[in-house]
């Protein structure tokens, strides 16, 4: 029904770019949030950033100044510019959407999300 193909992922040294990009398909009547979660070995999926459909982001403490979030709305996709990566950084990392399937879910307000399968970053100090 919907497919999330995450791009981008890889091995970086530390100081190094990577830029993380996610396409979203199929049944979708609009996209409300895009984001980008990670989870590193041993540790609890958590938020990277979000961005909202009007461009309203947030970011986690730990990557502030470091990484930015941008969508581009016409293509359903959303991106993740990395900079400055640390070891720290390394981890699975996973496209999520909250979206609507049709517009009879748009008028009920009945959004879903829906989560990628993730993309692999490896940050060698």
């Known amino acids: 029904q919907v497919q999330l193909v995450e791009s981008g992922g890889g091995r970086v040294q530390a100081g190094g770019s990577l830029r993380l990009s996610c396409a979203a398909s199929?049944?979708?009547?609009?996209?409300?949030?895009m984001g980008w979660y990670r989870q590193a070995p041993g540790k609890q999926r958590e938020l990277v950033a979000s961005i909202t459909n009007i461009g309203r982001t947030k970011y986690a403490d730990s990557v502030k100044g470091r990484f930015t979030i941008s969508r581009d709305n016409a293509k359903n996709t959303v991106y993740l510019q990395m900079n400055s990566l640390k070891p720290e950084d390394t981890a699975d990392y996973y496209c999520?959407?909250?979206?609507?399937?049709?517009?009879?879910?748009?008028?009920?307000?009945?959004?879903?999300?829906?989560w990628g399968k993730g993309t692999l970053v490896t940050v060698s100090s």
């Open positions: 999520n959407i909250n979206y609507y399937s049709d517009y009879a879910q748009f008028r009920q307000g009945y959004a879903m999300d829906y």
């Open positions: 199929g049944r979708i009547f609009s996209i409300n949030d």
